[in-house]
């Protein structure tokens, strides 16, 4: 893929070395779903972890869907 432009390279390439979080599982309300934090207090949700049918008809936990929660360290 070539990309053609008038901006130096350093102005494309910004950002380009940051690090992205990785996706963390949590259970809100019961139910277990991965999600990317966007910052300490809320997340959106990546996927459902249940095993349960009616949590993946359920809108609430929908991917996507930016939620609020509080983090708790595990336990050690």
């Known amino acids: 893929m070539s990309h053609y432009t008038i901006l130096p390279i350093e102005a494309v390439m910004e950002g380009i070395e940051s690090e992205i979080q990785a996706p963390v599982e949590i259970v809100m309300n019961g139910v ?22 009616q949590d993946y008809l359920n809108p609430q936990f929908s991917p996507g869907r930016l939620i609020e929660f509080q983090p708790v360290p595990a336990a050690e």
Not at 39 to 51: D, K, P, Y
């Open 32 to 53: 277990m779903m991965q999600v990317q934090p966007l910052n300490g207090q809320q997340a959106t949700i990546v996927r459902l972890l249940s095993g349960n049918p």
